[in-house]
């Protein structure tokens, strides 16, 4: 029987709270046989895993994941196998990371008028070169005592209806698509089906982006409910779209354990036939 397959996890370099070395450690303790870095429109971590990965027979695919805004919902799209050096990634994913940076001040200057916050203590919590974001003001948060937990943090003073929230730029679904394949990459759709209406995505809009190269739905997730599920997997049919599942892993940052979801080996074998950007490094 292969070993299980987890195609999403997050290190230090975004939101997770072990670094790559870390994280690839952790999946060899998981008993993983692959597993991807997708930090949060950041590929500063790849090396390290690789690195770590050397010798151990881990297969370790490169990846990220891609923010992107639809409406009023943050919708995030994976991306495997993808040229990190290629112009468009890089511009374009910069100028997320700033937007997020510049989003978090003003989110922090917001929480300072009702709780001993600043900005000084958002920085302790995050990595150099990292990707800065609202899980670092949460765990500045539980390192004051304000909220017990990360996950205390997102359901109170940083939800989205509290007040403090604030969008941040990001290209839409369908430009991520396009950045993502222009880069040789897979783009895969990120828990596509979790709970709240703001969060559906049309149908006429997976068949935009499946025009444009959208290549599957991580449909195996457990923020997706069950009634998503089932409309993700006629979609996936429906449009011969890979079925993907994974652990959104941050380490101690979420609940999330590695390989509680998990890919099939014929779906992984099929987005590496697909990526020309970059190979799964195994060693």
Not at 30 to 57: C, K, Q
Not at 68 to 84: C, E, I, K, Q, R
Not at 207 to 236: C, I, P, S, Y
């Amino acid at each position: 029987m292969p070993a299980p397959i987890d195609l999403h996890t997050h290190s230090s370099v975004s939101d997770g709270t072990e670094t790559p070395t870390q994280l690839v450690d952790a999946a060899l303790a998981a008993g993983l046989g692959a597993v991807a870095i997708t930090d949060h429109d950041s590929t500063a971590g790849w090396r390290e895993a690789f690195a770590a990965a050397t010798g151990t027979g881990l297969t370790v695919i490169p990846g990220m994941e891609l923010s992107t805004n639809y409406g009023p919902a943050s919708v995030h799209m994976l991306a495997y196998l993808f040229d990190p050096d290629d112009a468009g990634i890089i511009r374009e994913t910069a100028r997320i990371r700033d937007g997020r940076a510049h989003r978090a001040e003003r989110i922090v200057e917001r929480i300072a008028v009702d709780y001993d916050l600043t900005w000084a203590d958002v920085l302790a919590q995050s990595t150099d070169g990292g990707t800065l974001g609202r899980p670092h003001i949460a765990d500045a948060l539980v390192a004051k005592g304000h909220v017990a937990t990360r996950s205390a943090a997102f359901a109170s003073i940083l939800h989205w209806q509290s007040g403090y929230y604030e969008k941040y730029y990001a290209p839409s679904p369908l430009d991520g698509v396009r950045l993502i394949v222009a880069a040789g990459g897979v783009p895969v759709l990120a828990h596509p089906a979790t709970h709240g209406l703001y969060r559906v995505i049309e149908e006429r809009v997976i068949a935009e982006l499946v025009d444009a190269g959208l290549f599957g739905l991580e449909v195996h997730h457990r923020d997706n409910t069950e009634e998503g599920k089932e409309r993700l997997f006629g979609l996936a049919a429906k449009y011969d779209l890979v079925v993907t599942g994974s652990s959104d892993y941050h380490g101690e940052g979420k609940p999330n354990r590695l390989g509680e979801n998990t890919t099939e080996p014929d779906a992984l074998a099929r987005i590496v036939a697909a990526g020309t950007g970059s190979a799964p490094f195994r060693a």
